[in-house]
């Protein structure tokens, strides 16, 4: 698997591609992370076909090369769960006037600090820790190598159930600020993508608890994620019913680049400074 940016920032490696050569014929697999989007590829085209004794061929090297590819996968998480492990326990409690934490205007939840970097934990339903995210003073975001994400989140607050309700969003600046808001739980899927995989498995182990998706509402048509947020949360309600969606809406006039939670509290919080006194 080969790694790349879909967004077109460095660094950014949420695109991913797979290429099967075999003699003359190359079929693969590509997609992003992020989005969740995935599409198969072969290089046949017009009349041109594979024999049956070729397709068999293929199909056995495609075999053995998944088989290949999902040992070295296993053996990158289990790498990265114990670098995972050794830097979170090391690490110390995150230090609220962080950079990013200021920036956003948001507590430090549960979040560790590994010299000047953030460590989000990335856990799963019985609490155990699959990898990290690392959020550098500039907001600058990264995951260890190796770490899974399909399924996992970040859990803000003391417990991972609430009669009342639990929220479940993209990014982590924007689950503070909900936390922060209505005082419930809420699950950091870290992006749209992974949103509908949490989401079930948190539906299959808890039916009875309210689980609200609180969409990224990314409502600029120039940019790459436009729509991105809010196509994936509508999804995966409907594919999980009973499961509720609400989405920021921004006042007329508001900065387009403005998408999330986080984004609507900063901006009410600013428009309430600038409101004169009666």
């Known amino acids: 698997m080969e790694r790349f940016s879909s967004n077109g920032k460095s660094g950014d490696l949420s695109g991913w591609y797979v290429l099967h ?9 590509f997609g992003c992370w992020r989005t969740g ?17 070729e397709w068999r061929e293929l199909h056995k090297a495609i075999t053995a090369e998944r088989a290949r590819q999902k040992q070295e996968h296993q053996a990158r998480a289990d790498n990265a769960r114990q670098v995972a492990a050794s830097l979170w326990n090391a690490a110390r409690p995150a230090d609220p006037t962080h950079p990013y934490l200021l920036r956003k205007g948001v507590g430090a939840y549960g979040a560790r600090q590994h010299r000047n970097s953030l460590l989000l934990p990335l856990c799963d339903l019985d609490g155990m820790l699959h990898g990290l995210q690392t959020i550098r003073p500039d907001g600058i975001k990264r995951f260890l190598a ?19 309700g639990v929220y479940l969003c993209e990014g982590y600046a924007t689950g503070a600020s909900l936390h922060e808001a209505y005082g419930l739980p809420v699950l950091v899927a870290f992006d749209a993508g992974n949103l509908q995989p949490v989401a079930s498995a948190y539906r299959e182990r808890f039916p009875h608890i309210p689980l609200t998706i609180c969409a990224d509402n990314d409502r600029n048509p120039a940019s790459k994620g436009y729509g991105v947020g809010l196509d994936k949360a509508r999804a995966a309600c409907a594919n999980l019913p009973g499961v509720g969606l609400i989405v920021p809406e921004f006042p007329e006039g508001a900065p387009l680049n403005l998408s999330d939670f986080n984004d609507l509290t900063a901006l009410l919080r600013s428009n309430a400074h600038k409101e004169p006194n009666v």
């Open 21 to 29: 050569l075999h003699g003359d014929y190359a079929a693969g697999v």
């Open 146 to 164: 190796g770490t899974p994400k399909r399924g996992l989140f970040c859990l803000i607050g003391a417990s991972i159930t609430h009669p009342q």
């Open 37 to 53: 989007i995935r599409q198969t590829w072969h290089s046949a085209k017009g009349s041109w076909r594979l024999s049956g004794h």
